[in-house]
Protein backbone atom coordinates (compact mmCIF):
# COMPACT_ATOMS: atom_id res chain seq x y z
CA UNK A 1 0.00 0.00 0.00
CA UNK A 2 1.47 3.20 -0.80
CA UNK A 3 -0.66 6.55 1.23
CA UNK A 4 -0.14 9.94 -0.80
CA UNK A 5 -1.26 13.17 1.16
CA UNK A 6 -1.66 16.61 -0.84
CA UNK A 7 -1.40 20.21 0.30
CA UNK A 8 -0.95 23.61 -1.39
CA UNK A 9 -4.14 24.55 -2.72
CA UNK A 10 -5.34 27.77 -2.46
CA UNK A 11 -7.55 30.62 -3.97
CA UNK A 12 -5.19 32.67 -6.05
CA UNK A 13 -5.99 35.40 -8.83
CA UNK A 14 -4.92 34.69 -12.25
CA UNK A 15 -1.55 35.06 -13.05
CA UNK A 16 -0.46 34.09 -9.75
CA UNK A 17 1.45 30.75 -8.73
CA UNK A 18 0.93 28.08 -6.49
CA UNK A 19 3.72 24.65 -5.49
CA UNK A 20 1.47 21.63 -4.48
CA UNK A 21 2.81 18.97 -2.53
CA UNK A 22 2.77 15.34 -2.29
CA UNK A 23 4.31 13.31 -0.01
CA UNK A 24 4.06 9.72 -0.53
CA UNK A 25 4.38 6.76 2.34
CA UNK A 26 4.16 3.27 3.18
CA UNK A 27 5.82 1.05 -0.15
CA UNK A 28 7.24 3.91 -2.44
CA UNK A 29 9.94 1.75 -4.01
CA UNK A 30 7.22 0.75 -6.16
CA UNK A 31 5.86 3.99 -6.83
CA UNK A 32 7.64 3.92 -10.36
CA UNK A 33 5.52 6.88 -12.02
CA UNK A 34 4.09 9.53 -9.97
CA UNK A 35 1.98 12.31 -11.50
CA UNK A 36 -0.84 14.67 -10.64
CA UNK A 37 -4.51 14.42 -12.31
CA UNK A 38 -7.62 17.27 -11.81
CA UNK A 39 -10.84 17.58 -11.82
CA UNK A 40 -13.26 20.20 -12.21
CA UNK A 41 -16.95 20.49 -11.26
CA UNK A 42 -18.87 18.57 -14.19
CA UNK A 43 -15.72 17.24 -15.87
CA UNK A 44 -13.78 14.06 -16.01
CA UNK A 45 -10.37 13.77 -13.88
CA UNK A 46 -7.69 14.50 -16.39
CA UNK A 47 -4.05 14.30 -16.44
CA UNK A 48 -1.62 17.17 -15.24
CA UNK A 49 1.81 15.90 -15.57
CA UNK A 50 3.83 13.06 -14.58
CA UNK A 51 7.41 11.86 -14.12
CA UNK A 52 8.93 8.71 -14.04
CA UNK A 53 12.01 7.61 -11.71
CA UNK A 54 13.55 5.20 -13.68
CA UNK A 55 14.84 7.46 -16.52
CA UNK A 56 16.32 10.30 -14.97
CA UNK A 57 12.95 11.62 -14.20
CA UNK A 58 12.00 12.43 -17.37
CA UNK A 59 8.21 14.53 -17.23
CA UNK A 60 5.23 14.53 -19.66
CA UNK A 61 3.06 17.14 -19.17
CA UNK A 62 -1.03 18.11 -20.83
CA UNK A 63 -0.89 20.39 -24.04
CA UNK A 64 -2.81 22.68 -21.52
CA UNK A 65 -0.25 23.64 -19.12
CA UNK A 66 2.61 22.84 -20.74
CA UNK A 67 5.21 25.69 -20.22
CA UNK A 68 3.45 26.61 -16.97
CA UNK A 69 3.58 23.76 -14.51
CA UNK A 70 6.75 21.88 -13.80
CA UNK A 71 6.91 18.49 -11.90
CA UNK A 72 9.45 17.56 -9.87
CA UNK A 73 10.27 15.34 -7.12
CA UNK A 74 12.90 14.54 -4.55
CA UNK A 75 13.21 10.58 -3.72
CA UNK A 76 15.12 11.30 -0.49
CA UNK A 77 11.80 13.13 0.95
CA UNK A 78 8.95 10.54 -1.64
CA UNK A 79 7.99 13.78 -2.10
CA UNK A 80 6.64 15.29 -5.85
CA UNK A 81 5.77 18.93 -6.46
CA UNK A 82 3.49 20.89 -8.93
CA UNK A 83 4.87 23.97 -9.47
CA UNK A 84 2.14 26.17 -11.19
CA UNK A 85 2.98 29.44 -12.47
CA UNK A 86 0.73 31.92 -14.69
CA UNK A 87 -2.86 30.42 -13.18
CA UNK A 88 -5.72 30.48 -15.13
CA UNK A 89 -8.83 30.86 -14.39
CA UNK A 90 -9.64 27.01 -16.22
CA UNK A 91 -6.81 25.78 -14.02
CA UNK A 92 -9.40 25.36 -11.23
CA UNK A 93 -10.11 22.01 -10.34
CA UNK A 94 -9.95 19.86 -7.51
CA UNK A 95 -5.53 18.36 -8.26
CA UNK A 96 -4.78 14.70 -7.36
CA UNK A 97 -1.71 13.26 -6.44
CA UNK A 98 -1.21 9.77 -7.85
CA UNK A 99 1.08 6.86 -8.78
CA UNK A 100 1.90 3.52 -10.01
CA UNK A 101 4.10 0.81 -10.52
CA UNK A 102 4.04 1.22 -13.71
CA UNK A 103 6.69 2.68 -15.49
CA UNK A 104 5.14 2.22 -19.21
CA UNK A 105 5.50 5.68 -21.21
CA UNK A 106 2.55 4.90 -23.33
CA UNK A 107 -0.05 4.64 -20.69
CA UNK A 108 1.38 7.37 -18.51
CA UNK A 109 -1.73 9.76 -19.35
CA UNK A 110 -4.48 7.19 -18.63
CA UNK A 111 -6.54 7.88 -15.61
CA UNK A 112 -6.93 3.65 -14.94
CA UNK A 113 -3.56 3.09 -15.19
CA UNK A 114 -3.00 4.51 -11.87
CA UNK A 115 -2.68 2.20 -8.62
CA UNK A 116 -2.64 4.74 -5.92
CA UNK A 117 -4.80 8.60 -5.21
CA UNK A 118 -4.32 11.14 -2.77
CA UNK A 119 -7.80 13.06 -1.14
CA UNK A 120 -7.12 15.82 -3.50
CA UNK A 121 -6.35 19.22 -3.17
CA UNK A 122 -8.55 22.62 -4.25
CA UNK A 123 -6.97 25.16 -6.20
CA UNK A 124 -8.92 28.00 -7.23
CA UNK A 125 -8.41 30.49 -9.17
CA UNK A 126 -10.17 33.54 -9.70
CA UNK A 127 -10.15 35.91 -12.86
Known amino acids: QVQLVESGGGLVQAGDSLRLSCAAS????????MGWFRQAPGKEREFVAA?????????YYADSVKGRFTISRDNAKNTVYLQMNSLKPEDTAVYYCTTRRSATIATIRRRDEYDYWGQGTQVTVSS
Open 51 to 59: TISWNGGRT
Open 26 to 33: GRTFSSYT
